[in-house]
């Protein structure tokens, strides 16, 4: 008899479990913290004039839609540019700024800078981490000759630090890479 | 103490009697209640060192005795070991009664399988308990690989999935204490959440014979148990201690078990591990480490006509994943797997940093059964889970120490089973299944959910009857259909669900629209039959031959379904398909098996044919402004898996004996004739191992292993743009690594023993020659080589 009370029991508990854990709440949205949409190269040229941006941007974070690369002009050649960049997360509403996380992490963080064969144009660091190492969201960008090429940013995390300046020396993880076509006229 | 007396008298009379000494003893083995066979028993010949298994019949034969009496021993891994006096005069015939618990094990191994597995496990019982406590430092399924066609899917060297003829994962089974393990086994880099010494037993079945758990079980079925309780008064335990070189670190396991005559028991078990950061042979492999923390209870009523039994365990494993082993996007890749050093490599440490997983796992059952005069045997069995995993990522900012995955999944299950007698000869068994399952994703990590929350219902019935005829066939067939029904709700990326047709194909399934996120709520229902029939024929006492076929149909898991974004531990963006029905599986499975404990072996050959076999593979590159990743999408096609797995034994000297092991499987998408992805090269064991119960039980085994390259792949590289270079460079994800070959050294030896505890000291070298080497089915092998040279101290007291 006691063992038909246990069984009965059991079963019971068992469809209550069943029963009662059906919440029909809809779960919320996340959105994504850390997708980085959009960077933003901005090229003022030292002394006045119309500054040059360059820009990735993909909406739909790692969704199958591509970046749509956006390169407002060509490069004035014999001119110095002051850079900066602006990194965003724009799947969310207003859109995070991620730069100033990144300036926030600076000695985690470098910004390099690479340069197509073709493409007659020099860099150089303008901000740098608590240790005076390169940081790089600040940078000066002197155009050469006429020429045209690639020209590759590129965003490590925790990279080796200080390094030779190249991304084979630095390591660490990609956390952004876009390259544009750029021409020097 | 009476039998030691008897002993000593027997010792001195068959000693004192040198006469005609021609004489055999035979007869059965009987189950003292249904007087059914007992195949598989060990009958032991006080003072002669005689021992002898029964037959599949239940039959056993001593040769060459004297006239006298003599004390024999029988036991039987299901029963009490009993002893028993003869008389032998002439040529005698006696039979043995034994009370036999009637066990789980006998009751989910089916045809030719459960003779084989039974018979395996007396064979080499010694020896697989021996790996069992010699893997108490490791884990399940590093015990598991010791088994001839299991191999393994790593994560480094502590997430060990147990690969079964080449199937993992949701294909395989895990029934841990008669509960069928959900922990998120669907990912490849999730490992069981079992601890290897909760086990006294494991066993594995080639396929999905074991209905009764399921019949989803492509691969196949591995029952990990506890050991059975003898009906006396007695308190017993053991602590196994061991220390390892590599990782610096220890484990410890003790167990303790009191039972009482009126069959009552209690065990508590509990196990810590804690390992520093592993080393291959050049480098130390950084953020590897792992601890491990379990605990068990197990109590119960064990009476003839009925019982009950509660179990508990929990389960907590924090696991470190390689460090070099994060990446961004391809050309990050590309470095890595270019380099022959892992990119990141740190001093020794203990501490576990990100990536790094968080695991727990809590397992609760009770079971209640009667037997009932004409009806048989009725257990009822309630069980539940909770599973809780975390995973920490590299990550950015305020999420830094957030986990990037966080899901809890909680499983209650209700299963009613009948086992019943069938006139004499059959048996017949039959339940029904009720499960419930329930998946929460916690969205406060700040990532898009992996796995979606859903809520399961699963509805399983299934009936399996054997049946004998005559002296040497036995049949056995089974049938299961399973009801599934998932209700899901999952955010879609707005770009995905319209590139995918999904906004043509599922318009009904919407719910809302939240920014570039689309809300749906699919409500998915599989219908899966699944069957085995097989037969076993014994030629002689020697000489057995299976035959089995068996249908498994399993329905997609969470992630062939829902996948949908970037998997950071792959560097990959992971797509599933809302589309996909069952896959169903034919194996045919044949065995022939020498029984001798001279020279034993078995002979195993396979095919399973699978219709809508789920497979992930790259498709695409995908560009974001994180760089280029390489997609890879889920998708069904017909695959075909051949192979064969050969044991083989031989005692080729006093006190030496040869082991062998060799497996090969063959897997093939025969829709686009190609090779299936991740499938174990051939892979071929030998080893002799000295045995000397006469000095102190010494052990020695040496024992090689060798590792081919496997050479039927399919070709998933693709090229990546790198600045630098201003090249398109291949990034080779696909080249298997080269052959390797490993040699394993281990002992042990009993230190001390008396009646009733026992010391025993094992001292072990993994990978004696400090080899480099990466394994194909190890995910961290673009990145760092395998496990460099272990010494392993393990000290076992038993009492």
Known sequence: MKKKTILSALFLAGILF????????????????????????????????????????????????????TVSGNLAAGTQYNGSLSVLNETVTPAENITEEVEGESAEHQF??????????????????????????EFTLTAGAVSSGTLTFTLRHEPKKPNDGSLADAGGETDLAATFNIAVE | MRYYALFVLLLCSSISLSQDCNYTLSGSVKDL?????????????????????SDLDGKYTFTGLCKGTYAIQVSHPYCLSKGFTVRVDGNTTNNFLLEHHLEELNEVVLEGEAYRNQTKTLFENKISNAQLEDFSSGTLGDALNSISGVSSLNTGNTVVKPMVNGLHSSRIIIVNNGVRMEDQEWGAEHGPNIDVNSASNLTLIKGAGALRYGGDAVGGVIVAEAAKVARKDTLFGKTIMSASSNGRGSSVTSQV?????????????????????????????????????????????????????GYYSFFKNDIGILRASHLGGAQDQVRAINSDRPLIIRDFTYDIGNPRQEVTHHLARLKVFRRFEGVGKISLQYDFQRNNRQEYDIRRGEDADNASLDLELDTHTLMLDLDRDLFDAGTLKVGAMARYQNNFADPNTGVRRLIPDYDKYDLGVYAITDYRFGEHLVVEAGLRFDYNYMDVFKFYRTSFWEARNYDELFPEIVVEEVGNQILTNPKLDFYNTSATAGATYSFNEQYNLFFNYSLASRAPNPSELFSEGLHHSASRIELGDLRFGPEVSHKLSLTFQ???????????????????????????????????????????????????????????????????QFSMVKGYDRTRNEALINMPPVNIQNGVVYQNPNVRNLKLSLQSDYMFGQNEFPDNNFEVFVPETETMETVDVSTPPEAYHLLNFSSSIDLYMDQRSKLTLGFTVTNLLDTSYRNYLNRLRYYADDLGRNFLLNLKYNY
């Open chain 1, 18 to 69: 069943t029963g009662c854990s059906n919440g029909d709440d809809t779960p919320i949205a996340v959105n994504e913290e850390e997708v980085i949409t959009t960077l933003t190269v901005t090229l003022s040229p030292v002394g006045g004039g119309t500054a040059i941006t360059l820009q990735t941007r993909d909406l739909d974070g790692d969704g199958p839609n591509a970046p749509e690369v």
């Open chain 1, 112 to 137: 390099f800078y690479t340069v197509g064969s073709g493409l007659d144009v020099s860099t150089a660091y303008e901000n740098f981490d608590g240790n005076g190492n390169p940081l790089g969201t």
């Open chain 2, 33 to 53: 209640h249904d007087g059914s066979l007992l195949p598989g028993a060990t009958l032991i010949l006080a003072g002669t060192e005689q021992a002898v298994l």
């Open chain 2, 257 to 309: 078990t009191k039972s009482y005559k009126s069959g009552w028991y209690g065990t508590l078990q509990g196990t810590v591990k804690r390992f520093g950061d592993f080393e291959a042979p050049d480098y130390v492999l950084s953020n590897t480490g792992i601890f491990e923390r379990n605990a068990s209870l197990r109590f119960g009523l064990n009476e003839l006509e009925y019982g009950v039994e």
């Open chain 2, 594 to 660: 020498r029984e001798n404990t001279v020279f034993g072996f078995s002979v195993n050959p396979y095919i399973n044919t699978i219709t809508d076999f789920m497979v992930i593979e790259p498709k695409e590159i995908q560009q974001t402004v994180r760089g280029n990743f390489q997609v890879w999408e889920y998708r069904q096609t017909n695959a075909q898996l051949l192979g064969v797995d050969v044991d083989a034994s031989l005692a080729f000297a006093e006190h030496f004996r040869f082991n062998h």
